[in-house]
């Protein structure tokens, strides 16, 4: 937390630079402000870890929405990403306009997208800011505040305003009635999404893919009745269930065997499914911190068999499952030859995956005492390890790719500033031997360089995405065992 | 002249076989030879011997002297002056000292006859019979010569002999089961047998989903392989030359669970409960960090925005990226 003299002090930049910066930040949601304690007149600055780090996964929400709804959602919550904060109306306006610009053939309707808007509020994704309390004027630091019944509340939006902009083509929207209802994205929703994906993959893997469909409905049922924040949901039964699958128009073998393969699903020993009574037919619940711990747990398997092998992942389970395990045990459970035994666990234990724990035999004071050594797996502490490994692998994908394309930015531009010519040379209709002669002003070489770079930066980007992916699971698995403590 | 007179003489015992005359007498010249052999500890030579049994025939002198040489109770030594030979008393008997040393040999023997199956160490005989460690050795030594007695290598104190009985059949613990051989862990024995566990339960459950349309449950239920199945389908396959029992294929079995490749469950067959093992996908099919290079990095701990390791110099980076 900071006051603002104290951030241009320590920036050097000016203080007029520094008000803008904040203000862009607090504008995207990654900077909030408040009264300080002991002075109320002055503003303190916190930064929304959270909020900055899911910059990282925007990409992932768009492709997420396209999936679920379509492409017009897409481009509304595009814009509302880009904007950070903006009002109902402002999201439709820009969106129309961009749309209208991908395909000239069709002019959407405001009132296509208005509706497209109310889905979106309505599943969650986007969410009401605060807005300025009553007495706000009246302090020097305003305080924001929302009632949890208007988080969703889509306002009523005047169309006409809207389309007569449209018509003429501006590029602002101007003041309209709802301009004072201000939405942003709703990251939490996004993530338990993005944890939805992973559960109903594992279900998939587990049994097959229609149960992964049954899964998906059964966490929206979830999802529907229970308070997010919570580590176990609350149950539900096994007649709604059926209802819902019901409804769903699912797929035939799912209507046909619904019983066993919910049976199959709440046998199986991951905990995707826990039955947790009879009333109704069977009441069924999820216990996130139990499935995230196996979650965790096979990520940390995978880790340790790309990293060491599949003798060291043997003794690394047998360890965990085991609890406490003596070094002969290990190697004589684990049937693997005695040196490599010793040598897989040292290496283990170097690298912080197991854990020693002495107890001494003997009670005499004078000569030394013999003692057990006992190895186990302490897995909050493993967990937030690789965690640790995890952003720094993160961040070093994201270095490496800004410095590849700040040491060839020169040649990038130089590409980029011949492309942008010759589109605009095609759309005016200069002959094409001119355009050829033009773009072999560059060389082949230069040009294969140019895609190399284009595909490294993009391995590296998807390399992020698949790292962002077990900082979701371990994050997931920490945040719900200390909920449930 | 005078008549030949016949006179009948009573036909006295004389007519007892000589040999057993011989023979008393025999024992009682020897007898008497050793008293004499007594009295003069120096020794007595043929001389002295006549002057005292002067009745005495030469050829039963001979052979009761023999007789005592053999039974070594008797020695021959030559006088040192004039080189006559001279008897004497041989004073110990080699028989006692025998005897001595098969006591000690029944000690040990009792010993590793109460150690059954599982044989014993060499420092414990000598912790129990109070002898010494190398006289014990020398005994084990010639109780193996014998065959009375063997050695096994044991697993459990490296590479250290353990003695039992010769017809006795090793215990499990000390040799180790199959899978140890003189001692040694035979790992490619094991994987292989492993391997071969692992294909049986994936073409199980390959043959349990041709049944998809039944269900997942009738899948699920028949991808199930209990351990005396697999045990028979080893036995069968002939891999190794000696039967596995249902304990070590279980042990086998347990391996791959802790792999995270298959599941184990206990099912109830009428009154016992056996255990029965199928195939499991991982819930996820690899972390994902292990895709980029840090995921997997060897020198993670070390690498940073300065110095040797980073990433914009990464080599596996470099690699990756080609």
Same mark, same amino acid.
């Given at each position: 937390m900071e006051k603002l003299s104290a951030k241009s002090d320590h920036i050097y930049l000016g203080e007029a630079i520094v008000k803008k910066a904040l203000a862009v930040m607090i504008q995207h949601n990654l900077v909030k402000f408040q009264a300080s304690e002991r002075n109320n007149n002055v503003a303190e600055y916190t930064m929304i870890h959270h909020n900055v780090y899911c910059l990282i996964r925007y990409p992932k929400y768009l492709y997420m929405i396209k999936r679920i709804y379509g492409t017009s959602e897409e481009i509304l919550l595009e814009i509302l990403l880009n904007l950070g904060q903006a009002s109902a109306s402002n999201v439709i306006f820009h969106s129309a306009n961009r749309l209208n610009e991908a395909n000239d053939s069709e002019v959407l309707s405001p009132s296509a997208l208005h509706q497209s808007f109310q889905r979106l509020a309505q599943d969650n994704f986007i969410i009401r800011c605060p807005k300025l309390a009553?007495?706000?004027?009246?302090?020097?630091v305003p305080t924001l505040e929302i009632e949890e019944k208007e988080k969703f509340a889509v306002p009523n939006v005047e169309i006409e305003p809207i389309a007569r902009m449209l018509k003429e083509k501006a590029t602002q929207l101007g003041g309209h009635c709802d301009s004072e209802i201000i939405w942003r994205v709703n990251h939490e929703r996004f993530d338990i999404e993005l944890r939805n994906v992973i559960l109903v993959n594992a279900a998939a893997r587990r049994v097959d893919t229609t149960a992964g469909e049954l899964y998906h409905l059964i966490l929206k049922l979830w999802r529907e009745s229970s308070n997010p924040d919570s580590p176990v949901t609350t149950p539900v039964s096994y007649n709604v269930i059926k209802d819902a699958v019901r409804k769903n128009d699912s797929s035939p073998i799912l209507l046909e065997h619904f019983d066993h393969y919910l049976r199959v699903l709440y046998e +199986?020993?991951? /905990?995707?499914?826990?039955?947790? /009574? +009879?009333a109704g037919g069977g009441q069924f619940n999820l216990d996130y911190s139990k499935v995230f711990e196996n979650l965790a747990c096979a990520s940390l398997d995978s880790i340790v068999l790309e990293r060491f092998g599949s003798k060291a992942l043997r003794l690394f389970r047998l360890t965990r499952i085991q609890k406490f395990m003596e070094q002969d045990q290990m190697q004589n459970v684990a049937m693997i030859p005695a040196k490599e035994a010793k040598m897989f666990t040292y290496k283990l234990l170097e690298h912080n995956f197991l854990q020693i724990k002495e107890l001494k035999k003997g009670t005499s004071n004078f000569a030394p005492v013999k003692s057990f050594i006992l190895y186990h797996v302490e897995l909050p502490q493993v967990v937030r390890t690789t965690l640790e490994a995890s952003y720094k692998g993160l961040f070093n994908a994201m270095v490496r790719q800004m410095h590849d394309l700040t040491e060839n930015q020169r040649l990038l531009e130089k590409h980029a500033m011949l492309e942008s010519m010759l589109e605009r040379l095609k759309g005016d209709g200069v002959p094409d031997e001119e355009i050829a002669e033009l773009s072999d002003t560059m060389p082949p070489a230069e040009k294969s360089l140019v895609e190399k770079i284009h595909l490294m930066s993009d391995n590296l980007t998807l390399g992020q995405t698949q790292a962002d992916e077990t900082i979701l699971i371990l994050e997931s698995y920490l945040k719900f065992k200390s909920k449930e403590l | 002249m005078a008549l030949k007179v016949v006179i009948k003489k009573e036909k006295v015992d004389d007519a007892r076989p000589r040999q057993s005359a011989r023979d008393d007498d025999k024992t009682e010249i020897e007898a008497r030879i050793l008293e004499l052999l007594r009295k003069y500890p120096k020794g007595i030579n043929d001389k002295i011997l006549e002057t005292h049994m002067p009745n005495l025939d030469i050829q039963i002198r001979v052979d009761v002297i023999n007789d005592l040489l053999t039974k070594k109770k008797m020695k021959l030594f030559q006088a040192?002056? %004039?080189n006559e030979l001279f008897w004497g008393l041989n004073e110990q008997p080699v028989s006692i000292k025998l005897k001595e040393v098969d006591k000690e040999e029944n000690v040990v023997m009792r010993i590793i006859e109460e150690a059954g199956n599982k044989g014993i160490l060499n420092k414990d005989i000598r912790d129990q019979s109070g002898l010494n460690l190398t006289t014990i050795n020398k005994i084990l030594k010639a109780l193996e010569g014998k065959n009375l007695i063997k050695s096994v290598l044991s697993i459990s104190v490296a590479k250290i002999k353990v003695y039992m009985l010769f017809d006795l059949q090793p215990d499990r613990s000390v040799t !180790? !089961?199959?899978?140890?051989t003189d001692g040694e862990f035979e790992s490619e024995l094991v994987d292989i047998v492993n391997q071969q566990c692992y294909r049986m339960l994936q073409q199980k459950a390959e043959a349990a989903k041709l049944k998809a349309m039944d269900g997942p449950l009738i899948v699920r239920n028949a991808s199930f392989l209990s351990s005396k199945e697999i045990c028979q389908m080893i036995s069968d396959m002939n891999i190794v030359k000696f039967n596995l029992t249902v304990e070590e294929i279980e042990a086998i079995l347990e391996t791959l669970v802790y792999d995270g490749k298959i599941e184990m469950r206990m099912v109830s067959d009428g009154d016992e409960r056996i255990k029965t093992y199928r195939i499991v996908e991982t819930l996820l099919s690899s972390a994902a960090i292990v895709r980029i290079p840090c995921g997997v990095c060897p020198v993670i701990k070390i690498c !940073? %925005?300065? !110095?040797?390791?980073?990433p914009k110099n990464c080599v596996y980076y470099d690699q990756w990226l080609d």
């Open positions: 009553e007495n706000a004027t009246l302090l020097k +199986d020993s991951a /905990g995707l499914i826990d039955r947790a /009574g +009879d | 040192p002056g %004039t !180790g !089961g199959s899978w140890y !940073g %925005t300065a !110095g040797e390791v980073q």
